[in-house]
């Protein structure tokens, strides 16, 4: 029995070294536990590792990791969403064949279901490129949103594309194109998630939640009927209305449970693995979520983090609408009209940083008017449209 103890928190320990180390970059972990493992795993011990193989090989090893962690990071493969699905697909060979015979029609039907949405939506988030901003739909994309002037500014040129950077959209090192409203580079569907097909990616995580949480429930379900069979209504004398965990303690259940795990070892293991990274699912959907109410993008709150640092050291100015720059603030063609209900005439600028609107010579004509921005409720975002709007922005994928 001891074994499946270790087993059950190997894996729960796995899983949350790999949520760590995939989510906690993210600016609401930065400054948690979760955070400083994540560098931890990332930055100090590979500096231990590099600063090990100088002395022993003379930095050949790091060489050749440089090279593949080169390749895994910076090029489009498919190597991670092969994993992905072969995972997906050897847990259900494993399964159905053996939980078939034993379920209900209901279960049945919504097994099926349940396992055929994650691989629809997957190829849709795999095979998309409707986010991908082109010479040809570029004014389109231009008018979908307009410039907030806080993370997004006119006149910006891609210099990869040739192009103008529409707002909200960003060119992808990997990918080597620029997306609308890019949220980031997704490796699991090897694709980068923008407004065309960020919708089919929330699909997809919600799904595969789904999927993982009924699969642990039929698990649990066939494993119970499992003890059910074996401990009552196989025992002579035995009430067999009665649940087999009537008169036992909270460790003989546990016992009998790693038991049931053994003699349906099928179940039992794609059971525990439902159940373990379920958690990671649904806790990435529920990230997305509030981004979602946040009216703002995975690549949108690393800027507004960093505005936030700034705001906090004092360094961040705020003013209303500037004075015409070279006659081109206003200009149709730079800042053309847009479909978006709300604009602002904010500019925010740090006193530390190059600001995007200086002239040299009148600095000091443009500063006057400045206020020191003390929190970030007075920096408005004009892309939250509160929750409804801004999940209906999401599946509106024209």
């Not at 074994?3 to 906690?24: D, N, Q």
């Not at 939506?121 to 907030?148: E, G, K, M």
């Not at 192009?163 to 490796?187: E, L």
């Amino acid at each position: 029995m001891g074994f499946y103890r270790k087993t059950i928190v190997a894996i729960f320990l796995l899983s949350f070294v790999v949520f760590t180390a995939l989510f906690g970059s993210l600016p609401s972990f930065r400054k948690t536990p979760i955070g400083y493992i994540n560098r931890l795993i990332w930055i100090k011990i590979p500096g231990l590792l590099l600063s090990v193989d100088r002395l022993i090989s003379g930095g050949r090893c790091a060489l050749l990791l440089k090279r593949s962690g080169h390749y895994l990071m910076n090029e489009n493969h498919p190597l991670v969403l092969i994993f992905y699905m072969a995972v997906v697909i050897v847990a259900e060979i494993l399964f159905v064949p053996a939980a078939w015979p034993r379920l209900s029609s209901t279960h049945r039907l919504a097994a099926v279901v349940a396992i055929i949405v994650p691989f629809i939506t997957t190829f849709q988030s795999v095979s998309s490129t409707s986010s991908v901003i082109t010479t040809d739909n570029l004014h389109a994309q231009l008018r979908h949103y307009p410039y907030d002037h806080v993370l997004f500014h006119p006149r910006k040129m891609c210099r990869t594309c040739q192009m103008v950077k529409p707002a909200r959209s960003k060119h992808c090192r990997i990918c080597k194109v620029c997306v609308a409203k890019q949220d980031h580079h997704c490796i699991w569907v090897m694709n980068c998630l923008g407004r065309g097909n960020y919708v089919y990616f929330i699909g997809m995580i919600l799904s595969l939640a789904i999927l993982l949480s009924y699969g642990a429930y039929l698990c649990f379900l066939l494993l119970d009927d499992t003890l059910q069979d074996s401990l009552v209504r196989r025992s002579a004398g035995v009430d067999t209305r009665s649940h087999w965990t009537v008169g036992r303690t909270y460790m003989q259940c546990f016992d009998l449970w790693t038991w049931a795990f053994t003699a349906d070892v099928r179940i039992g293991a794609v059971g525990l693995l439902a159940l373990l990274t379920a958690p990671l699912a649904w806790g990435l959907f529920l990230y997305h979520v509030y981004l979602t109410w946040a009216g703002t993008t995975t690549n949108e709150s690393f800027k507004w983090e960093e505005w936030k640092e700034d705001v906090a050291d004092g360094f961040v100015y705020k003013t209303g609408a500037l004075p015409s720059i070279d006659n081109k603030i206003n200009d149709a063609d730079t800042e053309p009209e847009t479909y978006w209900p709300v604009s602002s005439s904010q500019h925010l600028i740090n006193k530390v940083s190059q600001q995007p609107w200086r002239r040299e010579d009148d600095l000091d004509m443009q500063r006057k008017g400045w206020i020191r921005v003390l929190s970030m409720k007075e920096v408005d975002n004009i892309y939250d449209l509160g929750f409804m709007n801004n999940l209906r922005d999401i599946f509106h994928t024209s």
